[in-house]
């Protein structure tokens, strides 16, 4: 028998947020008001019969009849002070009539604990959020430690059956090629995060100096020359630096945003380009060689910081917070937090969005990932659980809108609240709901991020715009990145290999994908001359078999396209 592991063509697949909303169904607790306004949009209707005695009907409260207990398994973020007198497991055992001994481990030590548990097999009923690896979760389902949740789905599932039918790429991409579902997932639909791979230039810099917002690169470099000319912080001193990135943070790699004006150059997806229905590494096009010899100018001209290639993420908020005057005019990042604090002199709020720029040969685009959200697995039950029934309505349940309004936000009137008339969105129409608390601080209301969930865009955006962040992120992905978002079929979907393939492509990757990196701080510094030194890097990714490193990749993602 084959194993299949699930390997995301984006390497990040877990959620920065477990936030969710879903449609209600049934009797819905003590209801009270959602955030929404209403119990939820249409769901699937709900199967009558249940078959066990002891359970209720698909999407019927409370669950069982008669109480039964479940062992959960959970991961301590220290964001929640006793998950068992917390406000949401009371409430939620309430309305579900399912008592739940919560099993914590520590995040630091999550991994080992749960490998330990796998090869004693002293298992609790269900793992949520826990660290198990794609790979993990398929060997262990073959093995029978993991249940097939296929059959539950059908006999018991109602909120699952309805994320379904919402996201429908959510179920082939959680089906494993041999028909099994061995998890649940989490998805929240964030949609600035689906456009991701954004850029941040000064504005007060731009107006000072009289320059319009650059959409080409080579507009991009006439304004990094004035930049740096020019004194556009007023101090007197040529201290500006024109544009800088990190090595860690969120899309700050001085390559990412701009080769995307030569190339598609998705890290999220390895690198590797769709053209035709065939994969095709970016970072051996032509493409990718111009924009490196566009790098290559910026740096040998002053334009590119050389610290962007040895500073981490925090070295580069000392940068950008500097006391005595702006120093930083461009940064490549997710988002204006990632390299700025929100709160210091409001100077975040002079970065705005650069949209795509367009490159020497027509090229301009931003890059878009549907999967962003998506993680698996996220909810596991294991074949310790002898009522696994149970234990699937009880983790679907929190795809339900008020389950998820309190599991993520805590106690309606206390923690959130519905929205008033006068209050506007962060997509800017009418809000639904207003946050009360300041999200990550220790609190005992909510369960802190460790439950599965499913949470549209509509409810994402339907939140009240106290946040300007939020409302930020929103308007300029709105404004400047969706004109130019690449088509689905150019995004590389989350693929399955198996057990074998997965084990010779994470060698291969690892290898490629640092010789790469490598390779563009050479060539971007002039530690090698980009022209004489092409062929010489092609031979050496030829030799890292590149080729069969693609034709893995290439048969997982045809098999994709036969489901």
Not at 41 to 46: E, L
Not at 146 to 163: A, V
Not at 512 to 518: A, L, Q, R, T
């Amino acid at each position: 028998m084959k194993k299949w592991t699930a390997v995301s063509a984006a390497l990040v697949l877990l959620l920065s947020v477990v936030l969710s909303g879903c449609s209600g169904g049934g009797k819905s607790g003590d209801g009270a008001a959602s955030p929404s306004g209403s119990k939820g949009s249409a769901s699937p209707q709900a199967s009558p019969v249940a078959a066990n005695a002891n359970v209720s009907g698909p999407g019927q409260y409370p669950i069982v009849k008669n109480k039964v207990n479940l062992k959960v398994l959970v991961i301590d973020r220290g964001t929640v002070q006793d998950l068992n007198t917390n406000a949401f497991t009371k409430w939620y055992e309430e309305k579900t009539n399912v008592h739940i001994d919560w099993v914590t481990v520590p995040l630091s030590q999550a991994a080992e604990k749960i490998n330990l548990m796998l090869a004693s097999g002293d298992l609790p009923d269900v793992l949520m959020n826990a660290p198990i690896t794609p790979t993990q979760m398929v060997v262990y389902g073959q093995q029978g430690l993991f249940l097939s949740l296929n059959e539950l789905i059908d006999k018991y599932g109602f909120y699952t059956k309805q994320l379904f039918q919402d996201v429908p790429f959510i179920k082939e991409r959680i089906t494993t090629p041999d028909g099994k579902i061995y998890a649940l997932p989490s998805f929240s639909d964030c949609y600035h995060c689906s456009m991701s791979q954004k850029f941040w230039i000064d504005q007060k810099w731009l107006d000072k100096l009289g320059l319009k917002t650059p959409t080409t690169t080579d507009d991009f470099y006439q304004v990094l020359k004035a930049f740096k000319e020019k004194d556009p912080n007023g101090n007197g001193k040529p201290d500006e630096i024109p544009f800088a990135g990190a090595t860690t943070g969120a899309n700050t790699e001085i390559e990412g945003f701009l080769m995307n004006a030569f190339t598609n150059y998705d890290k999220g997806n390895h690198y590797l380009q769709i053209v035709g229905g065939k994969l095709q590494p970016a970072f051996t096009q032509p493409g990718f060689k111009d924009g490196l010899k566009y790098l290559h100018k910026l740096y040998a001209e002053g334009l590119l910081a050389p610290e962007s290639f040895t500073q981490d993420i925090n070295q580069l908020k000392k940068l950008v917070a500097n006391p005595d005057a702006a120093l930083v005019g461009a940064v490549p990042a997710h988002n204006q937090s990632v390299f700025v604090q929100i709160q210091d002199n409001g100077r975040w709020l002079d970065y705005t969005a650069l949209a795509p720029l367009q490159g020497p040969g027509g090229t301009r685009q931003a890059l878009y990932s549907p999967y962003s959200g998506l993680s698996i697995p996220a909810f596991i039950i294991t074949k310790a659980s002898k009522n696994p029934e149970v234990a699937l309505r009880w983790g679907e349940g929190f795809y339900e809108l008020e389950t998820m309004e309190r599991a993520a936000y805590g106690v309606p009137g206390t923690d959130w609240r519905p929205a008033t008339a006068d209050e506007k969105s962060i997509a800017g129409g009418a809000a639904k709901w207003t946050r009360l608390i300041t999200f990550g601080t220790v609190q005992n209301q909510n369960l802190g991020q460790v439950q599965i969930a499913y949470q549209p865009s509509e409810f994402r955006l339907s939140e009240s715009s106290k946040n300007p962040l939020e409302v930020s992120l929103y308007n300029e992905t709105k404004k400047k990145y969706e004109p130019y978002k690449v088509s689905v079929d150019q995004v590389l979907p989350p693929l399955w290999f198996t057990e074998d393939q997965s084990a010779k492509i994470v060698d291969m990757q690892t290898t490629i994908e640092k010789y790469v990196k490598e390779s563009i701080a050479r060539f971007v510094t002039g530690g090698a001359d980009i022209d004489k030194g092409w062929d010489d890097y092609l031979k050496n990714l030829n030799d890292m078999n590149v080729k069969g490193y693609l034709d893995l990749y290439q048969k997982a993602y045809d098999q994709t396209k036969k489901k």
